[in-house]
């Protein structure tokens, strides 16, 4: 089954340009474009509609027309730009985490906009997009705007030659732990490049305890670095031969993963963090370098759970 993108909207630039980016990625991917909103129903209109059991709380009509009406708008202004591109439509009520994660569910991708940290900081997801991320084991992409006066960020793909489009620009930056490595997160970053044409760039953080940083030689260093570069390219080795169209580059850099893969990430095409499935009383949990990566990047980040 050919799974579509769905990408969340709600009339803000943010979720344009989430829009936007998810309409490149149905046509790389040769699907459709389902575009959702959540008309979110205000606690205190809800607990009134249980009171007096009526079907709709008051107020209710308004925002799904509100929400109807976002939905015509983006869709109306994608179709104008991408008329190619099949774009249905779906309005949801209810809480937006849960809305959003069971339309993810039924989709290949979920992308949510954000809005930027401040000038050219990364992400704000807020509590929205972080329970969304959480409670799906579907890839979630955040997208925030570009600023005022720069190009937007979009997928790469090649020309109708085969050849790399000249607006290409950046590779897929994927954070790997030569440690525990996850098959799902390599699958996906490999992908998603041999759909854009670009190289995959692999990205392995490491660094030494304090005190064994303190006692441990050049020489001794040089062979450590040598050694983690070394498993890197031998963890990597199967992906070459899955993917032979995909130039591959490995990083081994110093610091902490999040720092290694931001570092590696200012002009990427898109960035490819895991996270594990861990369930608790209080939902998902990204985990604390995804969640790093989110907040810093500036490229479009992809959240791909993994057991």
Not at 216 to 234: A, N, P
């Amino acid at each position: 089954m050919t799974h579509h993108v769905t990408a969340g909207v709600d009339g803000s630039p943010e979720g344009l340009a989430a829009a936007e980016w998810a309409v490149e990625e149905a046509r790389l991917r040769g699907v459709p474009l389902r575009l959702v909103h959540v008309a979110e129903k205000p606690l205190t209109l809800v607990v009134a509609a249980l009171a007096i059991n009526a079907d709709q709380p008051a107020g209710a009509a308004g925002a799904d027309a509100a929400g109807d009406a976002v939905l015509r708008e983006t869709a109306r202004t994608l179709r104008e730009r991408h008329p190619d591109i099949e774009i249905t439509t779906r309005r949801r009520s209810g809480r937006a985490p849960a809305a959003l994660a069971s339309e993810a569910d039924e989709a290949g991708m979920l992308v949510l906009g954000s809005r930027g940290l401040g000038g050219v900081a990364g992400f704000l997801i807020g509590s929205v997009g972080t329970a969304t991320i959480g409670a799906t084991a579907r890839p979630v992409v955040l997208v925030r705007p570009a600023p005022a006066g720069e190009p937007g960020p979009a997928p790469v793909g090649r020309s109708p030659d085969g050849g790399r489009d000249q607006a290409a620009q950046g590779d897929v930056v994927v954070a790997v732990d030569i440690h525990d490595p996850a098959d799902e997160t390599l699958v996906f970053a490999f992908d998603e490049a041999a759909r854009r044409g670009c190289a995959v760039r692999a990205v392995h953080g490491w660094r030494l305890p304090r005190l064994l940083g303190l006692a441990i030689d050049g020489d001794s260093r040089l062979d450590l670095e040598r050694e983690i570069t070394r498993t890197l390219r031998d963890l990597l080795l199967p992906w070459r031969q899955r993917y032979p169209s995909v130039k591959v580059v490995e990083e081994a850099r110093t610091g902490s993963p999040a720092h290694a893969v931001l570092a590696a990430s200012a002009q990427a095409a898109l960035v490819v963090v895991g996270r594990r499935v861990r369930r608790s009383p209080v939902g998902g949990h990204i985990g604390s370098v995804a969640h790093a990566v989110l907040h810093h990047s500036i490229a479009p980040v992809a959240i791909v759970a993994h057991n």
